[in-house]
């Protein structure tokens, strides 16, 4: 490779509707764009309060301990076990999809000892099957996936957080999907530990993984026996960088906690219930284009999320060349399925700055075109069914 | 806080002379704001390989496994450390400043034997005194900080490289602060074991760890016999996502990949021997001057890093005050001491964009001219005596 012949990056046309990277406002690469500065600057430090508080908003919670993690969503992931569990601790662990299955790889390499709570893939946890897993036992966690990205389905919170704090554990929840696309309340619903991520509904670049802890989960933290496993996510450090003490800990990365806090002040500037809404509409919208054509969704009605749709893939179609040509023709890049669900379904995403009436047009337009294409049979009215929805609203 | 009151982001002039993040050029940043694509998409996949194989040069090797791990460089200490380690290894860690120290409790939450070898603060390690912790041990690892940030004292690698290898051990190196601002050849020098960051003298915004592992590090990665503690760092499972394979672990932090990628170009354009030739000449620029105010350095000559000077605060002169002034009057930031060094010395960065001979005429200015509002006696000629050092080149 000729190093001095590499030109300037230049990406060229997407339409992000995937399950996730989302497309991004220019506002927020701009954002991006200002200068570096210190991370013990003034400057910077008014950046971080109000980038805390900004995540607050979009968590719903008064939780004093919310902050961005200096890594992506999965390390998000492994923060909130991390720092909560200790060798021998017991968790019962709420698996329908693959990030559920994550959740348990890192709880066994914790030395945790792990009860899982299965689902079928694409279908909710079942708050009778929580129960029942954590009788007799002593969890220190119950841990569940509120929106599972691999599959589409949400899993409501409430139930599920009341029967783990009756067993005297605390509700941790990934909301990696979730968060700024729907309602989460972590403070009504009773979640203790959270992480999330911010490529999703909040539409900023991946890089940061939002987390945040209450009081409870803070009780733990502080009072462990054994040293957190992982200095470099040891939150009993970090907080005393995101709080009034600012000890260094690590370098923040400047230039992306930018970027979030400009991509939570849009979600700010279009208010929550706004942004739900939206999601909403579009996602009903985009589901009644699909079922229009004749397919199915993997996710029952009731179960399944607005902001990540899982499409069975009908019988005939290339999964790979179906995705390869939106990509080539149209810019649009959707997501094939995961483990178990590799080959099976398509997942197509309407997160933050890419949930809109155009993209639900665009998609379904494209998305015809490439069956026919490819010799599928649909049937004709994808895009009047999808208008439908926009025509009652 | 009123959310829906909060500005854009708006930092202000700042001159980056701290122990980093250092200036970054304006190039760097209009590729971070390049749009967001995903993390398996065609584009982006070129631009993982470009990176690569830009990291392979700056760190002068061949390692097939060298990548930016998606966390700041304390990230990338952790990785090297976790993905190396099992528990009850044993481990030779150089200490001679906050950096080396953090190494050793990394090591002891990771179960490990350690065994320190150290130094005075702001003096090189001895490698008769490693030479000496190594007899008689089965060490895995020894670990050193080339550049110490805290102290701006450089460890030579090669002689230290030679005695861990005979020992049977593996050389792990901090390059934080080294790395594309001096001569780190790992291969030649060898060193199995590396991790830097992207905020010092490469020049892009904090958030992502360059890491490189030889192929004796990656035959000790995957012939464990325990699994890497870390989920999120377990190297053994991003070295399929950073190859052929392309197997999703996480989704990579790509606006940050495109800011380093394009600060890598910019020292591939400049080349690294230039690149060395501009650290050493901006540092004999900025010692002379200092030297010539009448103070001191703590590092003596032939230990000095470039691209990171430690001036002794001269009596009487107050450390928060004056580096509040600095950055009040100037917009310049500088470092204070870290640990031992608190409230002792100044840590003047001359690192990447922000080495060159305006910054150093710049700081030697404003230096001179608040010490001396300040009341502290410095003699006259800290500029000629930095530009008799321009004058000779």
Redesign the interface.
């Known amino acids: ?1 000729d ?2 012949s ?1 030109t ?7 339409v ?1 509707m ?1 399950p ?2 989302s ?2 406002s220019p ?1 927020v ?11 013990l ?4 430090l008014l ?1 971080m ?2 980038t805390q ?2 995540l607050r ?1 979009v968590f719903q919670t008064r939780n004093t301990f919310t902050i961005p993690v ?6 998000g ?2 923060t909130c076990f ?1 720092n909560m569990l200790e060798p021998g601790d017991e968790v019962v662990v709420c698996v329908n999809g693959v990030f559920g299955t ?1 959740m348990c ?2 709880v ?3 030395g945790g000892k792990l009860t899982m709570v299965e689902a079928p893939w694409g279908r909710a946890i079942d708050p009778d099957a929580v129960r029942k897993a954590v009788a007799g036992k002593k969890p220190k966690l119950v841990a569940l996936v509120h929106a599972e990205t691999s599959t589409g389905a949400c899993t409501p919170l409430a139930d599920i957080a009341k029967i783990a704090h009756e067993a005297g554990a605390l509700l941790l929840a990934d909301m990696v999907t979730s968060l700024a696309g729907m309602e989460v309340n972590i403070d009504n619903n009773g979640v203790d530990v959270v992480y999330s ?1 911010t ?1 999703k509904c909040i539409s900023c ?3 940061l993984a939002p987390v945040s802890f209450n009081d409870a989960a803070v009780k733990i933290l502080t009072s462990r026996k054994t ?7 040891d939150m009993s450090m970090v907080l005393n960088y995101w709080s009034a003490a600012r000890i ?9 906690i ?2 979030l ?2 991509a939570l ?1 849009i979600v ?2 279009e208010g929550l219930e706004a942004r739900f809404a939206e999601h909403r509409l579009n996602h009903r919208a985009l589901v009644a284009g699909v079922e229009a054509m004749g397919l199915s969704m993997l996710v029952p009605p009731t179960e399944r999320l607005p902001m990540l749709n899982s499409i069975v893939i009908p019988s005939g179609a290339d999964d790979k060349k179906v995705r390869g040509a939106l ?1 080539d023709k149209f810019g649009i ?1 959707i997501g094939g399925g ?1 483990g178990n669900l590799a080959g099976k379904i398509w997942r197509v995403g309407l997160m933050g700055h890419a949930c809109c009436q155009s993209n639900v047009f665009l998609f379904l337009s494209a998305f015809e075109t490439i069956l026919k294409t490819e010799g599928i049979k649909v049937k004709p009215g994808a895009l009047s069914g999808a208008a439908e929805v926009y025509d009652e609203k």
Request: hydrophobic share 35%; with cysteine; glycine share 10%.
């Open positions: 490779m190093l001095k590499l300037e990056v230049n990406p060229g046309r997407r992000l995937g996730g990277p497309d991004v506002r690469l701009q954002a991006m764009a200002s200068p570096c500065i210190g991370h600057d003034p400057y910077f950046m309060d109000q508080e900004l908003y200096s890594g992506t969503g999965s390390a992931m492994e991390v994550r790889d890192i066994k390499r914790l991520c490529q670049p991946p890089g040293p957190v496993v992982s200095w470099y996510l260094y800990h690590h370098t923040a990365p400047i230039n992306m930018y970027g806090r400009e002040r700010a500037e990509l890049e995961l």
